[in-house]
Nanobody, 119 residues
C-alpha cells in the first residue's frame, strides 16, 4: 500500500513562493496520474493540479500561470511550485493519484501540508 508524505508548506506573504514536495513509498511510483488537491476550512477539497496519464499537466483555472506540477520518478517524488501566492491559496495541500476513468483519488491520504498566505 502506497504511503504519501507531503512537506514544504508554511506561512508566506502574498506574492511569495513555496515549493511543496510529496514523497511516495510502498508501491511502484509513476509520475503520470499524480496530482495535488487542497482543502480550506469549511470548503470542499479542490483539485489544483495533476499530470494526466498522457503526461500532460492540467491546472484549475485559479492557479494557471502561477503553479507548476512536476516530479522525479527516480526519487518517487512529485512537486508543486507555487508562485505569486494569494490569501485564497491558504489551505491544506495533499498529493494523491487520480483515476481519470472513475474521477476519484485512489491512494490513502497523507497528512497534508499547511499553506498559509497572509501578511
Amino acid at each position: 500500500q502506497a504511503q504519501l508524505v507531503e512537506s514544504g508548506g508554511g506561512l508566506v506573504q502574498p506574492g511569495g513562493s513555496l515549493r511543496l514536495s510529496c514523497a511516495a513509498s510502498g508501491s511502484v511510483f509513476s509520475l503520470n496520474g499524480m496530482g495535488w488537491s487542497r482543502q480550506a476550512p469549511g470548503k470542499q477539497r479542490e483539485l489544483v493540479a495533476r499530470i494526466t496519464s498522457g503526461g500532460i499537466s492540467v491546472y484549475t483555472d485559479s492557479v494557471k500561470g502561477r503553479f507548476t506540477i512536476s516530479g522525479d520518478n527516480a526519487k518517487n517524488t512529485v512537486y508543486l511550485q507555487m508562485n505569486s501566492l494569494r490569501p485564497e491559496d491558504t489551505a491544506v495541500y495533499y498529493c494523491n493519484k487520480f483515476d481519470e476513468l472513475l474521477r476519484v483519488w485512489v491512494l490513502p491520504w497523507g497528512q497534508g501540508t499547511q499553506v498559509t498566505v497572509s501578511s
